[in-house]
T-cell receptor, first 113, second 114 residues
């Protein structure tokens, strides 16, 4: 799986949009970008994933650059409960269910009142 | 998303004893289950991958005789930490993957070895 690079930490004011960047310059054509988050002392939670088109769901939006070398996860209205470590992971989707997730350092997002 | 449970959520044991952690997929059949370990302020590290009915595949540096994994059914995998020592104290997390290849994580089990 391609390696990803994320800033180690970010702050965001409550109610504002949180924009979390991720670089994945060595991504392959068949690799998707996945985002998970981990709230303290809990298991990771799936947020969103995409291949090349921008994606949106009830939790967040995912913006992938045209060359697919970077992406941004957007939490439109951050709340205190969004404080967590956010992981950007690149992997092949579908096919063999044995594809594991390789977690990097992630970005520790602190939402402040 | 699908629900994965772990039991127990936390356990404290004496050094030298064995501890079993269960991981269950509650509403789907998990063809593959993964076991991760996470030390304080560090990221998740994959320990092993298990497919139902076959032996687990361990990552480099993980002792298969110390961390016994059983995946006897499509809804249950167990991790047994044998002869636990204080350095095995960690947060153990499982994830389960079904036919759509999405991974769903359990809530984790915090192991403290005294």
């Amino acid at each position: 799986d391609a390696k990803t690079t994320q800033p180690p930490s970010m702050d965001c004011a409550e109610g504002r949009a949180a924009n979390l960047p991720c670089n994945h310059s060595t991504i392959s054509g068949n690799e998707y970008v996945y985002w998970y988050r981990q709230i303290h002392s809990q298991g990771p939670q799936y947020i969103i994933h995409g291949l090349k088109n921008n994606e949106t769901n009830e939790m967040a939006s995912l913006i992938i650059t045209e060359d697919r070398k970077s992406s941004t996860l957007i939490l439109p209205h951050a709340t205190l409960r969004d404080t967590a470590v956010y992981y950007c992971i690149v992997r092949v989707a579908g096919g063999n269910a044995g594809n594991m997730l390789t977690f990097g350092g992630g970005t520790r997002l602190m939402v402040k009142p | 998303g699908a629900v994965v449970s772990q039991h127990p959520s936390w356990v404290i044991c004496k050094s030298g004893t064995s501890v079993k952690i269960e991981c269950r997929s509650l509403d789907f059949q998990a063809t593959t289950m993964f076991w991760y370990r996470q030390f304080p302020k560090q990221s998740l590290m994959l320990m092993a991958t298990s497919n139902e009915g076959s032996k687990a595949t361990y990552e480099q540096g993980v002792e298969k005789d110390k961390f016994l994994i059983n995946h006897a059914s499509l809804t249950l995998s167990t991790l047994t930490v044998t002869s636990a020592h204080p350095e095995d104290s960690s947060f153990y997390i499982c994830s389960a993957s079904g036919i759509k290849n999405e991974q769903f994580f359990g809530p984790g089990t915090r192991l403290t070895v005294l």
